[in-house]
């Protein structure tokens, strides 16, 4: 079953623009994480948030967390074409921090 | 270099062949598991490994077998497949067995066809 879902499903945005993924859940969570995925390669972990952080920062990279909206968003801020890629975030539910659970991904475009 | 390796990277079989994809971390990692990747569907995990000899089901395990006899080695067995098995298939670990507290480093990924 499908824990997390992303928005938009694909975004085409100019070199130096920001970049802004969405990400819902349907159960209580204890952390949230985000993956890039270049085409057809394996995941790449950016960051974790767990839920009693609101945001967290890495790099270009800025997450928050909603428990309260059960939402996520990964900004990446001035974009380069190298950023391109799939993005997906993955949750675990409370009761079953064994199964790690992704949505469907976001596919980014960075136009050069 | 600490990785997750797979074998094969492709593969095509007939309906039916057993096979079997083997993983390896070197990381002496805790968890091991295996997801599937489809179109639109994201990534779908098939089972996973808290330990050695400790295997439970993730959200798509029909079909699969998996066996955990070495902490490093984590191999995905297809008894009979069919060609709704057609995917490209991932194997990833993390230190720790919280999944989801956890990094996941994952392996190139293996795209099987079954024809």
């Known amino acids: 079953s499908q824990q997390g879902e992303e928005d938009p499903q694909a975004l085409s945005i100019q070199e130096g623009e920001n970049a802004t993924m969405n990400c819902s859940y349907k159960?209580?969570?204890?952390?949230l994480q985000w993956y890039r995925q270049n085409s057809g390669r394996g995941l790449v972990h950016l960051i974790l948030i767990r839920s009693n952080e609101r945001e967290k920062h890495s790099g270009r990279l800025r997450v928050t967390l909603d428990t309260s909206k059960k939402s996520s968003s990964l900004l990446i801020t001035a974009s380069r074409a190298a950023d391109t890629a799939s993005y997906f975030c993955?949750?675990?539910?409370?009761?079953?921090?064994?199964?790690?659970?992704f949505g469907s991904g976001t596919r980014l475009l960075v136009r050069p | 270099e600490a990785q997750v390796t797979q074998n094969p990277r492709y593969l095509i079989t007939v309906t039916g062949k057993k096979l079997t994809v083997t993983c390896s971390q070197n990381m002496n990692h805790e968890y091991m598991s295996w997801y599937r990747q489809d179109p639109g569907l994201g990534l779908r995990q098939i089972y996973y490994?808290?330990?050695?000899?400790?295997?439970d089901k993730g959200d798509v395990p029909e079909g699969y077998k998996v066996s955990r006899k070495e902490k490093r080695n984590f191999p995905l067995i297809l008894e009979s497949p069919s060609p709704n098995q057609t995917s490209l298939y991932f194997c990833a670990s993390s230190a720790w067995r919280m999944a989801g507290a956890d990094t996941q480093y994952f392996g190139p990924g293996t795209r099987l066809t079954v024809l």
């Open positions: 993955a949750t675990s539910r409370m009761d079953s921090s064994y199964k790690l659970i």
């Open positions: 159960t209580s969570i204890n952390n």
């Open positions: 490994s808290m330990n050695v000899e400790v295997t």
